[in-house]
Structure formats: structure tokens, C-alpha cells
């Protein structure tokens, strides 16, 4: 059973439609959520680190938000230069650095 | 900030032979991680190392894979003998210890590997 679920696989966007990203957990006492951004051909690019359940943050048409079992990627008014893959990932407690589990991620694509 | 530097982009071999995939991470970095990508698995931790040591390996699939940091500018990791099911792309990160809010994965552009 994966311990970090992303949803939807892929989602497809008008440029101005805005709409979220879905990364749950199975694993209970989260240490940290990350989400990363990754670009065809690329590695992923670190977007935000959340902490605690109610947090929240911010960058450009991005918004990431925290609570108990999930996150969510909030993207408002999206633009065609926001499509990519988003890959959220998990440190989970007891395991150290080396276990960021990932999730498969959201393909988005933002048509112009 | 040239970033995290991995070469080859590109590699294709048969069945077999030995490939040998190489990484620079970020100067100063003390953490090197290495990463599987496949559509069914999604990203898989390899192996990760601590100021050059290996820490913890439970990542890496089997005795055909081994990885090396002899210093804290280079990293490799080796298939010996490959198989058609290691064909994937192959991601090296670093990282900074401390505040996890300061020190998130920097991540290479991968290699792409492809044994037939």
C-alpha cells in the first residue's frame, strides 16, 4: 500500500481555471510534506515544506496547504507555463532522513 | 550554482554490460542521495550518504547495483550486469543538513537509462 497517494494522476486546465492538487498519507505523524515541481527532461524543483496541520504557504499562483491526512496544491488563475508534474513527498517519523517518500504525482496541463 | 551535475544524460546498453552512472552534487553539500524514476514505481531512494559515507543502502534493488562517494564532489553508481528492467531514469540529489526549511533536495536532471 503506497503511504503517500496523489490524485488526480493527470488534470488538464484552461489558462484562468483554477483548481488543487490532492496528496494524502497513510502514515501518522507526519514530520514534514513537500511538494516539488519537475518539467519534462528535469529533476524536481522544491516548491514548499509544510510542517503542521492549518499551515499554509504561498508563491506566485501557488498555494499549499496542510491538515491531519492531506495537502493541497492550490493553483489560482493557472497559466500554460504552470504545466508540469507535481510530485508531493512525505517524512515520515521513526525513519530519518532517508525515507521522503514520494507519491506518483499530478501531471498538469494548463491550455492556453 | 551549476546545481547538481550528472552524466551521462542519455545511456542505452545491451543486456549484460556494466553501466556506470556519475554525479557531482553542490559544493558544500553534505548529504548525496541517488533516486530511481519509472512511471509504475515513481521516484525510489537508492542510497543515500552522509559527508562521503553510505548510511543507509536498503534502497537499492540487489547485488547488481553499488554505489561509491570518494569524495565530496563526485558519486557514482554502478549496474554490473544490467538487465532490461533497470531501464529508468536515474536522479542524483544533495542536500544541506539543518533546518529542513533551508535544506529541501537539489535535484540532477537525471540520467535516462535504457537496456535492451
Known amino acids: 500500500e503506497d503511504q503517500v497517494t496523489q490524485s488526480p494522476e493527470a488534470l488538464r486546465l484552461q489558462e484562468g481555471e483554477s483548481s488543487s492538487l490532492n496528496c494524502s498519507y497513510t502514515v501518522s505523524g507526519l514530520r514534514g510534506l513537500f511538494w516539488y515541481r519537475q518539467d519534462p527532461g528535469k529533476g524536481p524543483e522544491f516548491l514548499f515544506t509544510?510542517?503542521?496541520a492549518g499551515e499554509e504557504k504561498e508563491k506566485e499562483r501557488l498555494k499549499a496547504t496542510l491538515t491531519k491526512k492531506e495537502s493541497f496544491l492550490h493553483i489560482t488563475a493557472p497559466k500554460p507555463e504552470d504545466s508540469a508534474t507535481y510530485l508531493c513527498?512525505?517524512?515520515?517519523?521513526?525513519?530519518?532522513?532517508?525515507?521522503?517518500?514520494f507519491g506518483k504525482g499530478t501531471m498538469l496541463l494548463v491550455s492556453p | 550554482d551549476a546545481g547538481v551535475i550528472q552524466s551521462p544524460r542519455h545511456e542505452v546498453t545491451e543486456m549484460g554490460q556494466e553501466v556506470t552512472l556519475r554525479c557531482k552534487p553542490i559544493s558544500g553539500h553534505d548529504y548525496l542521495f541517488w533516486y530511481r524514476q519509472t512511471m509504475m514505481r515513481g521516484l525510489e531512494l537508492l542510497i543515500y550518504f552522509n559527508n562521503n559515507v553510505p548510511i543507509d543502502d536498503s534502497g537499492m534493488p540487489e547485488d547488481r547495483f553499488s554505489a561509491k562517494m570518494p569524495n565530496a564532489s563526485f558519486s557514482t553508481l554502478k549496474i554490473q550486469p544490467s538487465e532490461p528492467r533497470d531501464s529508468a531514469v536515474y536522479f542524483c540529489?544533495?542536500?544541506?543538513?539543518?533546518?529542513?526549511?533551508?535544506?529541501?533536495?537539489?535535484f540532477g536532471n537525471g540520467t535516462r537509462l535504457t537496456v535492451t
Open positions: 513527498a512525505g517524512l515520515f517519523p521513526n525513519s530519518g532522513y532517508s525515507t521522503l517518500t
Open positions: 509544510l510542517y503542521s
Open positions: 540529489a544533495s542536500s544541506l543538513q539543518g533546518s529542513w526549511e533551508y535544506s529541501p533536495l537539489h
